[in-house]
C-alpha cells in the first residue's frame, strides 16, 4: 500500500546510517577475525577460526571480561545510590535544592580528558590536595592508581563521579510522576517513608530503572577513555578491563585480526547479557 511505502521510504534514511554505522563495521570485524592480519590496513590470509580459538584460549582475555564484569557492577552501585540521593535531594524544597539543579549536571558536562587530569591532581601521592587533606587527619591514601589492590575501584569512583549526573536528572524527572495525594493518603494510613517507598515510589521507578539500568550497564562496559587515560590498564593489568584489552591488542601489540575477534565475542557476550 501507500502508507506503507511511504513509511518505508522515511526510514530509509536512519536505517542507511545504521548499516553504515553499525552493520558495516560489525561484519568488517567478523570478517577480520577469521584472517591473521597484524597492522591495520596490510593484506592478511584466511584462517578460520583460528584466531577465534586463540582468543578463546587466552587467559588475559577472560580476565578482562571478569574486570569488566565487575566495573559494571560496582558502577551500577554507586551512580545508582548517587543518583538517588541527588534525586531526593532536589525534591526538597528551597533555595538550595533549585539552584542545585543547575550545578549538579557539571561534573557530566566536563569532558573526560579534564576529568582524568583533574582527578590524577587530586588523588596524587605528592601533591594530590585531597591525599594532603585527608593526611592532616591521619588517613593515608597513599597512590590510588598505582596500587594493583586499588586502581580499578578508584577509575570507578572517578567515572561514577562523572557519570552519575544523567541517572541522577532521569530519576528526578521519574519522581515527578509519582502521585502526591497517594503518597499523603499512605501518611494518614501510617505508612512510613520505608513503606511508601518500596510499595507507591519504587513500583512506579521501576520501568526508568530497568532502562537506565540496562543502557547504563552497556555504556559503562564499553567506556575506554577513562580507564586509558588515568592507567592506560595499569598497574600490572588491575584495569585491563574488555575494551582495553581490545585496544592493546590492536594498537600496542599490533594484531588487528585477534582485537577483532575478541571484540566480537565481548559483543557476543553483552548481547547475551542484555537478553537476560
Not at 580459538?53 to 552501585?77: A, C, E, P, Q, T
Not at 578491563?241 to 565481548?266: G, H, K, N
Request: glycine share 8%; net charge negative.
Amino acid at each position: 500500500s501507500r502508507d506503507s511505502i511511504l513509511g518505508y521510504l522515511l526510514i530509509a534514511p536512519i536505517l542507511l546510517v545504521l548499516v553504515l554505522t553499525i552493520a558495516f563495521p560489525l561484519v568488517s570485524a567478523v570478517i577480520s577475525g577469521f584472517g591473521d592480519q597484524r597492522i591495520i590496513g596490510t593484506p592478511s590470509s584466511f584462517v578460520g577460526f583460528e584466531t577465534y580459538l586463540k582468543v578463546i584460549n587466552d587467559g588475559s582475555f577472560w580476565d578482562s571480561l571478569g574486570r569488566s564484569g565487575l566495573w559494571v557492577v560496582v558502577n551500577l552501585v554507586v551512580q545508582t545510590i548517587l543518583a538517588f540521593c541527588v534525586a531526593f535531594s532536589l525534591q526538597q524544597r528551597g533555595r538550595w535544592s533549585k539552584s542545585a539543579r543547575t550545578w549538579v549536571v557539571l561534573p557530566w558536562v566536563i569532558p573526560t580528558v579534564a576529568v582524568s587530569v583533574i582527578w590524577q591532581w587530586l588523588l596524587n601521592s605528592n601533591y594530590g590536595v585531597l591525599n594532603y587533606l585527608l593526611g592532616e587527619i591521619g588517613i593515608n591514601l597513599g597512590s590510588p592508581f598505582g596500587e594493583p589492590s586499588t586502581a580499578l575501584f578508584a577509575v570507578i569512583l572517578v567515572n561514577s563521579w562523572h557519570w552519575f549526573p544523567l541517572g541522577a536528572v532521569v530519576i528526578y524527572g521519574a519522581l515527578s510522576t509519582v502521585p502526591l495525594d497517594v503518597i499523603e493518603a499512605a501518611r494518614m494510613d501510617g505508612a512510613g517513608a520505608g513503606r511508601i517507598f518500596w510499595s507507591i515510589t519504587f513500583p512506579i521507578l521501576q520501568p526508568v530503572l530497568f532502562a537506565l539500568g540496562l543502557v547504563g550497564s552497556l555504556w559503562s562496559f564499553n567506556i575506554l577513555d577513562s580507564i586509558y587515560l588515568i592507567t592506560a590498564g595499569g598497574p600490572i593489568e588491575a584495569t585491563t578491563t574488555a575494551p582495553v584489552f581490545v585496544y592493546d591488542l590492536a594498537f600496542s601489540e599490533f594484531r588487528s585480526s585477534q582485537a577483532a575477534a575478541a571484540s566480537v565475542l565481548t559483543a557476543l557476550v553483552l548481547g547475551a547479557a542484555a537478553l537476560l
